[in-house]
């Protein structure tokens, strides 16, 4: 019984150790310049960005570790003739590791026009780069052939519209599994590559 009281403690203690770091600030955060997955800005037309491929990238920069958060995208958006666009956040080293969060689907929409939607992504479970901050990707028409979209990039074109994005972090409790990736990821060193 005493044997198990002490990894119940350490256990605590390794969880405040882990979690004091992350109770910084929370609040809206800034945003890198939405580009394809080759670096290249989206264009933009009357001050929305143009989403031109089935593949848009993102950073949001969080300035701090991501154990104990969620992510707050605020997305307004056109979508044109689009049938179905979701989001989702970097999970480890693999360049395509994301659980895509659908957002909007075509067949279930009322209209086309200027739409608003918030999705909540927990962090904690998340790959940060570096820099602290974690990359977002919108998938359009998901599901993409990867394969193909590489090869031939100007075969797969989409349009719609991204009118405003808003990042925001707030504290979250974060579940079990997440916690014991999280540590994973400082056990084996999982960095991007």
């Known amino acids: 019984m005493p044997k198990i009281m002490s990894y119940l403690l350490l256990g605590f203690c390794l969880t405040i ?6 109770l910084g600030a929370t609040g809206v955060r800034e945003t890198t310049p939405v580009e394809s997955i080759t670096s290249v800005p989206m264009p933009t037309q009357a001050g929305n960005i143009l989403i031109t491929e089935p593949l848009a990238h993102t950073n949001v920069l ?11 995208l605020r997305i307004t ?3 044109k003739d689009t049938e179905h666009i979701s989001v989702g956040v970097r999970e480890n080293s693999f360049w395509l590791s994301y659980e895509p969060i659908s957002f909007y689907e075509k067949k279930a929409a009322r209209s086309q026009n200027m739409q608003e939607q918030t999705i909540t992504i927990p962090l904690t479970d998340k790959l940060a780069d570096k820099d602290q901050s974690v990359d977002v990707i919108f998938f359009t028409n998901a599901p993409i052939d990867v394969s193909s979209f590489i090869n031939h990039p100007t075969e797969s074109q989409v349009h719609w519209e991204l009118v405003s994005l ?5 504290n979250a409790i974060p579940s079990w599994a997440a916690t014991k990736d999280f540590i994973k990821s400082f ?3 999982e960095r991007v590559l």
């Not at 808003?166 to 707030?170: N, Y």
């Open 187 to 189: 056990v084996y060193r």
């Open 77 to 79: 958006f056109i979508p």
């Open 17 to 22: 150790v882990i979690l004091l770091p992350s």
């Open 166 to 170: 808003s990042a925001e972090v707030k």
């Open 62 to 72: 969080l300035n701090q570790p991501v154990f104990g958060k969620e992510l707050v």
